[in-house]
């Protein structure tokens, strides 16, 4: 077994990994990159349309085009970059002392680093546990992002004549490419009575190409045996319960599965990482550090993003809270605040913040509103926004001089009519 | 002498296993789907039960070969290195009814000789059990009940079949058994005709059908039931150390939870009477799911929360007329055997029924079996990194670097295993397909559902073989229609 040091270890060779190696790098940081594939880049590989680096690269680039330029990046750094590793567990040692486990095709290898930061992305939902019944063909069934691994990686074409689940902008993008390489796509349903993503991807991918859209609606059935071949959607009633009675058929031969993301934690939760059941993700504090000392988590794994450009942002503030780290053997204890959860937001990050520095919090809320201030009340700020939604990501940049003045053990975030 | 068995289920395997001991028999199993053990055998609830819920008066051949199929199990479970444990069974009861209903099973074991069942309350039933609900009085505990991987053992039966000679055809649909002059001339199927001396219908839901074309049994009809199931991701919090069962009442089957071989835990199933046409219906239901679920609710602590659900899925067992196994050898036609409506406890006793019809096929048709001395009894089970030490993981990849890639994050699955499975399939003369490699390495088993495996497992598949990716097959069909561009360009 071959055992090698690091200050850092981040684990997961997409945006939010490599944003955080080149970052740590820069820092100072001997910092070891390790990614499972034999590529570095994670889901922008398969991104081929646009709406990436807007805010990072102040140009509208496709996601293989912002990940070509990041890695770009890296290659100039002194980032050891390890591919076709994978990390198998994580043994913490001491508090400035975590083994990373990984297995290669040279055999087991440990790195030892004072801190780790964790950017393994997120997983899909997948069509069982968002509780979608009936048959299960063999073929025609995929989740959004196998889907589009096929099609715009490999060249792929997954189905002709497609149902795509849920309205998050995976599913509006998916139906976009579909269309585009001329497979029919008949349907989305969403489930609440609004879209999941982002307005430029409703009128951009659906109402540009002509798809129904669904709210309010569920799939209550796939029907197939060797493939799919229709699918059963109903409107969800007052109790939330689909009606029989309001049940129709779609024939397609493929159904994709776009219901939402989930933070992929597994290796977290093995070492007994603190979650928060609101974001599926770990409880952080303003340097993303979760609640073992020296484990940062930035992008998809810590929050769901929209924008790859938050997915970066964290990755570099997860750096610089690992040179914090290391520079004082240990993030300095500090009496921490508390950041609640008030009307209207559904979700928060960072969830503690000590007043010291600068803040950016990101959140969603529970419902779209509008005309609001979105508030923490506590400390005096505010914004005014014409709408808020949950498919919009919240992201605020409260300065320090403002946290400072926080005399309570607690904060509170809430979304208020103006 | 030529045996052609109607099946590659668990049935039919292990009696093709039996009768592979012996001399002088050419052994072809029969197979309409592109791999073994697609239909019942993949879907059941895993159990190998004691004996102590079969009436001895009303049933007293599923009686006797369950009792047997336990021990029968043990050994082969070690010689096909079969993931199995026995970590017997705990028939839960809320109340007074249902006490008095499991009860009744001890006396049922007393008749069938089945060892160390009896009721345990209270603090012992705790102790045997930290998962138990705090609705259940008390169980009936029988220590013998154990549970394997059900895909597994007919892989592994499968495997030794062909070690030891024997042949398997898939995708091949028998559709009549051929008589001549009162004696079986072979069967007819999607792929020809297949000569055999004797045919043994081991057809699982279509054995009425395959007994009706030899002209026998005319009022013999399986009724499809189908059992549903909830599969919890292993990393739940709420893990059953028993195999944990409601007492049937007259109103409910009992509904199992218990933890799979493979850490799973697995909640089912339902018992519903299906029309004689949805014979191949494994579609699931809402109201199934809602009340394994509740049922659940009785043997559990707690239940994990829905969003750890990773799978849901059902099999459709083979209902005989008054539950009654019809497995018999014909006088006319000559050398026709059913081994029919093999339903609960089928997978159990199904060593048993191997060794019932071998002793049968000597008596009935003067047979005489000699045990072969070159038949090899074992087969070695795969090399899995899951759940191996660092040390081990280290060593197997010194030996294969191959283990050191890992394909499926959710069950650490590695390209070693991969091709292994893709190995062993072609080794059986079945087709390779995603879901085969699937059921072998178990990658895409877990959280993620195979959504980041699929694809990469697609692509060792389509390298090997020398295909597109589009055209590995999932289960039935290809995996993707075709090449985007080329049929854009071509406007299809």
């Known amino acids: ?418 | 002498m030529r045996i052609v068995i109607i099946g590659a289920g668990v049935v039919g395997l292990s009696i093709a296993r039996v009768l592979s001991m012996y001399k002088g028999l050419d052994i072809v199993v029969v197979e309409k789907e592109p791999d073994v053990g697609w239909g019942a055998s993949k879907a059941n609830t895993s159990i190998i039960h004691p004996g102590h819920e079969e009436d001895p008066e009303l049933h007293p051949l599923r009686a006797r070969l369950c009792v047997e199929g336990n021990k029968l199990w043990r050994q082969w479970v070690k010689e096909l290195d079969i993931p199995a444990k026995w970590p017997g069974e705990l028939m839960v009861f809320t109340n007074s009814e249902e006490e008095k209903e499991a009860l009744r099973y001890i006396d049922t074991a007393r008749r069938n000789n089945v060892p160390g069942v009896r009721a345990v309350y209270g603090d012992e039933l705790r102790r045997l059990e930290p998962a138990i609900s705090p609705m259940a009085v008390g169980a009936v505990y029988a220590p013998t009940a154990g549970n394997i991987s059900p895909f597994e053992a007919v892989a592994a039966l499968a495997e030794n079949l062909v070690e030891n000679g024997g042949r398997i055809l898939v995708n091949t649909l028998v559709k009549s058994v051929r008589i001549k002059d009162k004696a079986v001339e072979g069967v007819e199927t999607s792929g020809g005709f297949i000569q055999a001396d004797i045919v043994i219908n081991a057809a699982g839901v279509h054995a009425d059908e395959i007994s009706h074309s030899a002209g026998v049994e005319e009022d013999f009809v399986i009724r499809p039931r189908k059992g549903e199931y909830i599969v919890f991701d292993e990393d739940t919090s709420v893990k059953p150390l028993r195999l944990l069962h409601t007492t049937p009442t007259s109103l409910t089957k009992g509904v199992y939870a218990i933890t799979t071989t493979g850490g799973d835990l697995l909640i089912g199933p339902t018992a519903v009477d299906m029309p004689y046409e949805l014979k191949e219906d494994t579609s699931t239901t809402l109201e199934g799911i809602e009340y394994l679920l509740r049922e659940a609710g009785k043997l559990l602590r707690e239940l994990p929360p829905r969003s750890l659900i990773t799978r849901t899925f059902a099999g459709v067992r083979p209902e005989p007329p008054h539950g009654e196994w019809l497995i018999k050898v014909y006088e006319e036609p000559w050398g026709f055997i059913n081994v029919a409506g093999i339903r609960s406890p089928g997978l159990t006793a199904a060593p048993a029924i191997a060794y019932y019809v071998a002793d049968m096929i000597s008596k009935s048709y003067a047979v005489s079996l000699e045990h072969r001395s070159d038949w090899k009894p074992y087969r070695r089970g795969f090399l899995r990194l899951h759940g191996k030490s660092l040390r081990e993981i280290d060593e197997l990849v010194s030996v294969n670097p191959d283990y050191g890639e890992v394909v499926c994050y959710c069950r650490t699955v590695s390209k070693a295993e991969i091709l292994e499975a893709v190995k062993r399939i072609k080794t059986i003369g079945a087709q390779v397909t995603l879901d085969g490699v699937k059921f072998r390495t178990k990658a895409g088993f877990g959280r993620c559902q195979g959504s980041f495996c699929r694809w990469r497992i697609a692509g060792i598949i389509a390298g090997l073989e020398g295909k597109e990716m589009h055209e590995v097959v999932v289960k039935m069909e290809r995996y993707g229609l075709g090449d985007v561009k080329k049929m854009l360009r071509e406007g299809a």
């Open chain 1, 1 to 418: 077994m071959e055992t090698l040091v690091y200050d850092v270890v981040v684990i997961g060779g997409g945006p939010a990994g490599i944003a955080s190696a080149i970052k740590a790098d820069s820092l100072g940081l001997k910092t070891a990159l390790i990614e499972n594939r034999d590529i570095l880049g994670g889901i922008p590989l398969q991104c081929i349309h646009p709406g990436f680096g807007i805010h990072y690269f102040k140009e509208d680039l496709t996601g293989t085009e912002f990940i070509e330029r990041l890695i770009d990046r890296l290659r100039v750094s002194s980032v050891d970059v390890y591919t076709k590793t994978h990390v198998h567990a994580i043994d913490v040692i001491a508090h400035d002392e975590k083994i990373v486990n990984t297995v290669r095709r040279s055999g087991v290898t440990r790195f030892v680093a004072k801190t780790i930061i964790y950017a393994t992305g997120a997983r899909e939902r997948h069509l069982y546990e968002i509780g979608v019944v009936g048959d299960r063909p063999g073929s025609g069934i995929y989740t959004a992002g196998e889907a589009q691994a096929l099609m715009d990686i490999y060249g792929v074409l997954p189905g002709r004549e497609i149902v795509i689940i849920g309205s998050g902008d995976v599913g509006l993008i998916m139906a976009r490419r579909f269309s585009l390489e001329g497979a029919r796509v008949k349907a989305v349903v969403e489930m609440l009575p609004y879209p999941g993503g982002l307005t430029r991807n409703i009128v951009q991918c659906l109402y540009d190409f002509n798809i129904p859209l669904y709210l309010g609606h569920v799939v209550t059935g796939v029907k197939g045996r060797n493939r799919v071949e229709k699918v059963i959607v109903a409107r969800i009633g007052e109790n939330g319960k689909p009606l029989k009675e309001t049940e129709f058929e779609i024939p397609c031969d493929t159904v994709v599965v776009a219901a939402g993301l989930i933070p992929n934690v597994g290796l977290l939760e093995k070492i007994g990482v603190a979650m928060d059941p609101a974001t599926r993700g770990p409880v952080v504090n303003e340097l993303l550090e979760a609640s073992i000392p020296g484990v940062f988590v930035a992008g998809n794994a810590l929050i769901i993003n929209d924008l790859v450009d938050y997915v970066v942002e964290q990755g570099e503030l997860a750096a610089k809270g690992a040179k914090l780290f290391i520079e004082n053997n240990g993030v300095p204890s500090v009496d921490w605040v508390r950041v609640e959860k008030g009307r209207n937001i559904r979700l928060v990050v960072p969830h503690y913040i000590s007043g010291e520095r600068d803040v950016v919090i990101y959140a969603r809320v529970q419902q779209p509103e509008r005309n609001v201030y979105v508030s923490i009340p506590e400390i005096g700020y505010f914004i005014r926004l014409t709408s808020v939604k949950p498919a919009e990501m919240l992201r605020l940049w409260i300065p320090g001089r403002i946290l400072s003045r926080v005399d309570t053990r607690r904060i509170t975030l809430e979304v208020k009519p103006a």
